[in-house]
């Protein structure tokens, strides 16, 4: 690996300048990946930079992990070579808003919370909102394929990004997609990125669908004795003409964690509209969980901004199945938590079949031979999936991260893969 070659380096330096290409070990550290610590760091602070960084790395055959606010560098399986991390924190001008288009163009490395900073005095939003997610950037949002509570009604990062300026491996940059919500010409090359890691290409840019914010919101803890209660509650929920904007279920750990009332088991849901709509939409929603043994409590708006630590265990799994079956998936994951001795909290995403498993466990061998495995087979037998957002290495060596690939589907994947990365 030649990133330490007085060349090279100088070659960084030249790209970004000195105070954006770090190789002191200790400056480094933050910087590792599953305890892998790279040889150097560089932060561009332009696409064309970003551009040069990678070319480099191609022609030194230089192994590279694109980072924004590093929240999710711990997803999947731990590096097989870590030579360089491209850091885009710099990346963080809105390039392009238009209010009335109701459409913006950022920078990836700008943050949800700055941006959504700036859409407030317009009355408008990005319906992204993962756990924590504030001082995540755009860029890795959308390069995980992140999403929160607003999904019950907007959607996830495919639905919301239009367009998408990026660089291909070998420094290419190139745009995708639109800069309108109406757009119906070429292929939509930016929902591939969406979820890629990363591996499609550096997402240095993107455009994206805005929603207005409504005039009044208000939400609730609706809280139930068991999960089969809930169960009933939710399919009615969604066989209802009420319109929720955000929805979550909660264990009692998750609840604990985010210091709500313990329910053993709770939906989180807001409603937003003009104040009458609420009202109405709210008391029709107290109805319908009394006709299923539930308690509806008021609930202050900053909640939905303190989720973060229902997903704050050093290990956190993200399950995906049946949407009928999230209930059904949660008893589960707690009855083999149980056995194996492992604190948890859960965090699910209502009509989507997405859960996120919290845990705490001293034994990650045994994790994984009693709990995440026969989990992780039941699901797989269903068509769905289990896979690690983060875990410390010694259960990633007897866990696989992504679990069974279809071997269709793994063809489709290295085929797209080899379009824009032929290297």
Do not use: C
């Amino acid at each position: 690996m030649a990133v330490s070659a007085p060349a090279l380096h100088d070659a960084l330096l030249d790209i970004a300048g000195a105070a954006h290409v770090l190789r002191d070990p200790g400056a480094l550290a933050p910087y590792a990946v599953d305890g892998m610590v790279p040889s150097a760091v560089v932060r561009p602070g332009a696409a064309d930079e970003v551009s040069r960084v990678l070319a480099l790395a191609t022609a030194e055959k230089l192994a590279v992990v694109p980072r924004g606010a590093g929240t999710g560098q711990g997803l999947g399986n731990p590096p097989r070579r870590l030579d360089l991390v491209l850091e885009l924190g710099r990346l963080t001008a809105v390039r392009d808003y238009v209010p009335e288009d109701m459409v913006a163009t950022v920078e990836a490395g700008l943050t949800l919370g700055a941006l959504a900073a700036q859409l407030a005095s317009h009355r408008q939003m990005l319906a992204l909102d993962p756990p924590g997610g504030e001082p995540r950037t755009i860029g890795g949002v959308l390069a995980t394929h992140a999403s929160g509570p607003r999904r019950f009604r907007y959607g996830t990062g495919r639905d919301l990004l239009l367009g998408a300026r990026f660089v291909q491996a070998d420094g290419t940059i190139t745009w995708g997609g639109a800069k309108v919500v109406k757009s119906v010409t070429g292929y939509d090359v930016p929902k591939l990125l969406v979820g890629s890691l990363g591996t499609l290409g550096v997402l240095v840019e993107a455009t994206l669908r805005l929603h207005p914010m409504p005039p009044e919101s208000r939400s609730w803890q609706l809280g139930f004795s068991s999960a089969e209660a809930a169960h009933d509650f939710l399919v009615a929920l969604l066989d209802s003409p009420l319109q929720p904007d955000r929805a979550a279920l909660l264990d009692a750990g998750a609840l604990r964690s985010v210091g709500l009332t313990s329910d053993p088991i709770a939906l989180l849901i807001s409603i937003g509209s003009v104040a009458e709509a609420v009202e109405a939409q709210g008391g029709a929603l107290a109805q319908l969980a009394a006709r299923h043994g539930g308690r509806r409590d008021l609930l202050p708006e900053s909640i939905w901004s303190g989720l973060g630590p229902a997903v704050a265990g050093s290990i956190v799994l993200r399950a995906a199945f049946e949407p009928r079956r999230l209930l059904d998936w949660a008893a589960q994951a707690r009855s083999l938590a149980a056995r194996v001795g492992a604190e948890m909290a859960l965090l699910g995403q209502p009509g989507h079949g997405v859960l996120q498993v919290s845990m705490e466990a001293d034994d990650g061998g045994r994790l994984a031979r009693e709990m995440l495995l026969p989990l992780r087979k039941a699901i797989e037998a269903e068509g769905g999936s289990l896979v690690v957002e983060r875990g410390p290495t010694r259960l990633k060596s007897s866990f696989e991260a992504w679990g069974s690939i279809d071997p269709d589907l793994l063809t489709i994947m290295k085929r797209v893969k080899g379009e824009f990365d032929p290297g």
